[in-house]
């Protein structure tokens, strides 16, 4: 919401001559007309975007007073947001933004992307974002193998899995030279895997069957259930 403000000739002037004015209640004893002093609230506040606090001072009032006379005048105030944001705009109050651990949205440290790449808070890794967040594979590749990834290379997940970071599972390797060749190897291994977990399950539920005695046998022909 904003309000138009006329812009009236004598709204200058006036401002220029009131700041000259420096005694208690001098607003209202200027000397000028109910209406020009509406006029000059509404120039001061809506057009030179004084605050209540800077013509409070300007005039030798509380704050209270000047929401007093704005009332008085039906002059409309600023929403508080649009307010917060003139005051930021002004240098009159700073953002503070509390990070890590002190931060509202703070989730243990740890993240994960639309992509599955997790992420953890390790604000002192040279690699870390300015959040202080870092790949969590990289981390774990350095730390397994006691030394900085090397500049210009990355850690691949072999499987294709962003979010799988056992050791066993990456790799570290200059990007160009690798990067067409790994593709076709994590989706290989990626549909091995698969396979591979879905052997196991069908094991498994063999083996659950086995021990409930529903297997049902075949025997020449004939269908008998054994109970193990």
Excluded at 45 to 57: G, H, K, P, R, V
Excluded at 92 to 110: A, D
């Amino acid at each position: 919401m904003t309000y138009e403000v006329p812009l009236l000739d004598h709204t200058q002037q006036q401002y220029e001559e009131m700041k000259k004015i420096r005694k208690p209640s001098s607003f209202a004893r200027c000397g000028l007309t109910e209406k020009s002093k509406a006029d000059l609230l509404k120039g001061l506040y809506w057009y030179f975007e004084f605050s209540l606090l800077d013509i409070a001072e300007l005039f030798h009032m509380t704050p209270g007073l000047v929401r007093d006379y704005m009332e008085k005048y039906q002059i409309p105030r600023r929403p508080r947001g649009q307010a917060l944001s003139l005051a930021f705009k002004q240098g009159k109050i700073k953002r503070h933004y509390k990070k890590g651990k002190e931060h509202f949205n703070w989730r243990g440290g740890t993240t994960i992307n639309a992509e599955g790449y997790i992420s953890i808070h390790r604000p002192e890794h040279p690699r870390a974002n300015r959040y202080g967040y870092v790949r969590e594979h990289i981390v774990i590749w350095e730390e397994a193998h006691g030394t900085p990834l090397p500049k210009g290379w990355v850690v691949h997940h072999l499987n294709g899995i962003p979010s799988d970071n056992r050791p066993e599972n990456l790799v570290a390797l200059p990007d160009r030279k690798h990067k067409t060749v790994l593709a076709v190897k994590a989706q290989r291994i990626k549909e091995l895997e698969s396979r591979l977990s879905k052997a196991e399950r069908e094991i498994e539920s063999l083996h659950q069957a086995m021990l409930a005695g529903q297997l049902t046998f075949s025997v020449d022909g004939h269908r008998d259930s054994s109970r193990l």
